[in-house]
Each structure stands twice: as structure tokens, then as C-alpha cells.
Nanobody, 122 residues
Framework: QVQLVESGGGSVQAGGSLRLSCAAS????????MSWYRQVPGKEREFVSG???????RYADSVKGRFTISQDNAKTTVYLQMAGLKAEDTAVYYC????????????????WGQGTQVTVSS
């Protein structure tokens, strides 16, 4: 079992910034590939950004140039720095991990955090 705990959500005016954090725990010595998704009521959850432990990153087109994903050195915490926020960024943001890398081996995972609300007012 892996636990993911998000923090950093809140309310901000359009054009403002927020930084989300997500800390993973539960599997000793794991380094995690991690990603962020978001969901608004009535819509499917959508991919926002992802990072692998080798530092490779991916972004949805809608957030490129505004959001930056990063990890700590232990590869157990992921951050999402959000700038230039727009009203359409309003959503519940979820952290996910789908892989643990440990001692040269890979373990496929599918764990989600509880979500953190981001509200952007225009």
C-alpha cells in the first residue's frame, strides 16, 4: 500500500500562483514516478502533468508554460508550481503514482491521493 497526501490547494485570483505538494509513503526505499490529474464536477479526470524519477516530465497542452512539476531528491514528494492561473484551472487536483523503482526493479502501482481543491476566481 502507498499513501499519497496532497497539500497546498486553496483559492486565488486569476493570474495568481499556487504550489501543490504530494508526499508518498508506504513502500520502503521506493522512488516514485508521479503525476497530477484534475477533475471538475461532471467531467472526467484529466491528466495535468507527470514526472519520472529520471527527471523526464510531461504536461497537458492546457498548462504548458504555466505549470512546473518537480520532485525532491528522494523521489517521494512531487510538487506542482502553478502560475498564471485561470478560472478554467479550477478543479480538484489529485496526485497519482503508477510506479515504484527500487533496487533496480520496477513495480507497477495505481494509487491516488484524496485530492485538494484549487479555486481560481476571475
Amino acid at each position: 500500500q502507498v499513501q499519497l497526501v496532497e497539500s497546498g490547494g486553496g483559492s486565488v485570483q486569476a493570474g495568481g500562483s499556487l504550489r501543490l505538494s504530494c508526499a508518498a509513503s508506504g513502500m520502503s526505499y521506493c522512488r516514485y514516478d508521479m503525476s497530477w490529474y484534475r477533475q471538475v464536477p461532471g467531467k472526467e479526470r484529466e491528466f495535468v502533468s507527470g514526472i519520472a524519477i529520471d527527471g523526464g516530465t510531461r504536461y497537458a497542452d492546457s498548462v504548458k508554460g504555466r505549470f512546473t512539476i518537480s520532485q525532491d531528491n528522494a523521489k517521494t514528494t512531487v510538487y506542482l508550481q502553478m502560475a498564471g492561473l485561470k478560472a478554467e484551472d479550477t478543479a480538484v487536483y489529485y496526485c497519482k503514482t503508477d510506479r515504484c523503482r527500487r533496487f533496480g526493479r520496477k513495480y507497477d502501482l495505481n494509487f491516488w491521493g484524496q485530492g485538494t481543491q484549487v479555486t481560481v476566481s476571475s
